[in-house]
């Protein structure tokens, strides 16, 4: 059974960092993808980053140049280091795992391309 645990979300001012971590267990990690998303109150969950087996990384336009997605295969983790955060950033940051190994495309934007996801982590960004 796989499990995703992220951690590190909180309250930061406008302008601020945060780092966020998701550690995976129960399956070998690094043929898949992995993906950040996020769902702010009344909104979709929307597709924020991703990093494939080898590295190559997407981001959503709203957030390319101030969030940056990497991953380390030895510890099972992926981290998502934001940066220069607005309150728009605000949501529940939520990681998941692609569905298929070796799998690298545009569509790891869509959440169908994912089969487990984390419990999510809150973060807020006060103006």
């Known amino acids: 059974q796989v499990q995703l645990v992220e951690s590190g979300g909180g309250l930061v001012q406008t302008g601020g960092s945060l780092r966020l971590s998701c550690a995976a267990s129960?399956?070998?990690?690094?043929?898949?993808?992995m993906g950040w998303f996020r769902q702010a109150p009344g909104k979709e969950r929307e597709f924020v980053a991703a990093?494939?087996?080898?590295?190559?990384?997407y981001y959503t336009d709203s957030v390319r140049g101030r969030f940056t997605i990497s991953r380390d295969n030895a510890k099972n983790t992926v981290y998502l280091q934001m940066n220069s955060l607005k309150p728009e950033d605000t949501a529940v940051y939520y990681c998941?795992?692609?569905?298929?190994?070796?799998?690298?495309?545009?569509?790891?934007?869509?959440?169908?391309?994912?089969?487990?996801w984390g419990q999510g982590t809150q973060v807020t960004v006060s103006s």
């Open positions: 129960g399956r070998t990690f690094y043929p898949y993808a």
């Open positions: 990093i494939g087996w080898s590295g190559s990384t």
């Open positions: 998941a795992q692609g569905k298929s190994p070796y799998y690298i495309s545009y569509g790891l934007a869509l959440t169908r391309e994912y089969d487990y």
